[in-house]
């Protein structure tokens, strides 16, 4: 096929019916490109514009959820949230994918436009025995490179992470953990950690805590209505169970577990200082593996590994927790820029690390 031929691009700024269904048999569907995700970037002044590419036959080949930001007058900042969605490995199909986007970030007046799709560039820990790269993500740097493509000096997602297959039984998802994290799971039931499923009833709590956690550990979060808005959209729709551990009848920590297109992923934490020494981190993680495979899930995303795999790296005590928890470790490209109108681009990268931090402060 010549998909150059063949494929018919379709832009929609609402949601296309069965969006979530239809894009969840994409290669690299993600939690960020549902239309939950768009509604609830909607509310902080985002515009949805969802992108589909389909064969004669109505199949879908492709498809790209993408958020636009006016920056000023009539110019946009573009932004594919863990997107495109596509078969990375059929060549023709990803260069036209990434000149389509080109080609419609000119109509529209996008100063650039931002993508970070999840295909990994290799499995392991780069530059060790052990590591196994990805064809098609080193592809996709050399075309990246070639098309005129810029490492982005704003990363909004995490490049590494570290999954869990989920496809054994629970003892082995057990046994593959190290020793010392086993003990620990062990050791906070014993106790008297327990986890309980959440309720909407629960995200003030939820929120408070996370507040709490952000302010301890020393990283920006939005305010309160982004994160409600949020997750009750995602917990309406049956993509969210929220993960409460609790010491005779109290919050000590919680996980906000997204599931979707049969993988789930850790994207939102919080925990106090109370009863830390019981463990329940370890617990909740263990109850989240298990309630992810209960609905489903064959991988499970921790979100979030260092960028340089070494003990100086910020991420490295979080990255040993993961690890201990069973998962191998997955690199990916990144976010890349496509500068379609260059000096602007210049410009606007200049503001950028203000810009993210100011959205993020936002009420919505």
Request: aromatic content about 12%.
């Amino acid at each position: 096929m010549n998909p150059n031929i063949d494929l018919k691009l379709e832009a929609s700024e609402t949601p296309p019916a069965n969006w979530n269904e239809a894009v969840a048999h994409l290669p690299g569907a993600s939690i960020l490109q549902t239309s939950q995700w768009a509604e609830g970037k909607s509310e902080g002044g985002w515009r949805a514009l969802f992108l589909q590419w389909r064969q004669p036959d109505q199949e879908l080949a492709a498809a790209a959820l993408v958020l636009r930001r006016k920056i000023a007058l009539n110019f946009d900042f573009w932004y594919v949230p863990r997107g495109p969605l596509l078969d990375w490995d059929r060549l023709e199909l990803r260069d036209l994918v990434l000149k389509d986007l080109e080609k419609l970030g000119k109509q529209h007046h996008a100063v650039f436009i931002k993508i970070d799709p999840d295909v990994p560039t290799g499995i392991g820990v780069p530059g060790s025995e052990n590591f196994v790269e990805n064809p098609a993500g080193m592809g996709l740097l050399e075309a990246y490179q070639k098309g005129g493509w810029r490492f982005s000096p704003q990363q909004i997602q995490f490049a590494n992470s570290v999954w869990i297959d989920l496809t054994p039984d629970e003892d082995e998802l057990l046994a593959n953990m190290k020793q010392r994290t086993r003990y620990k799971v062990r050791l906070a039931e014993k106790k008297g950690v327990s986890v309980r499923t959440g309720t909407p009833s629960d995200f003030e709590l939820l929120y408070t805590v996370y507040a709490e956690t952000a302010a301890r550990d020393e990283f920006i979060i939005r305010e309160k209505p982004y994160y409600l808005d949020l997750w009750q959209r995602f917990f309406a729709a049956d993509m969210l169970t929220p993960l409460i551990a609790e010491v005779e009848g109290e919050m000590v920590g919680a996980i906000m577990l997204f599931t979707y297109a049969r993988k789930s992923w850790y994207i939102y934490g919080m925990s106090r200082d109370l009863h830390r020494e019981k463990m329940p981190n370890y617990l909740l993680q263990w109850e989240a593996m298990r309630t992810a495979k209960a609905h489903g899930a064959l991988l499970y995303d921790l979100w979030g590994a260092p960028d340089v795999f070494d003990e100086s790296d910020r991420m490295w005590g979080v990255y040993q927790f993961k690890r201990g928890l069973g998962g191998y470790e997955v690199s990916s490209p990144g976010a890349w820029d496509l500068p379609v109108i260059k000096p602007l681009y210049q410009l606007f990268v200049q503001a950028l690390p203000a810009f993210i931090k100011l959205l993020k402060r936002r009420k919505h």
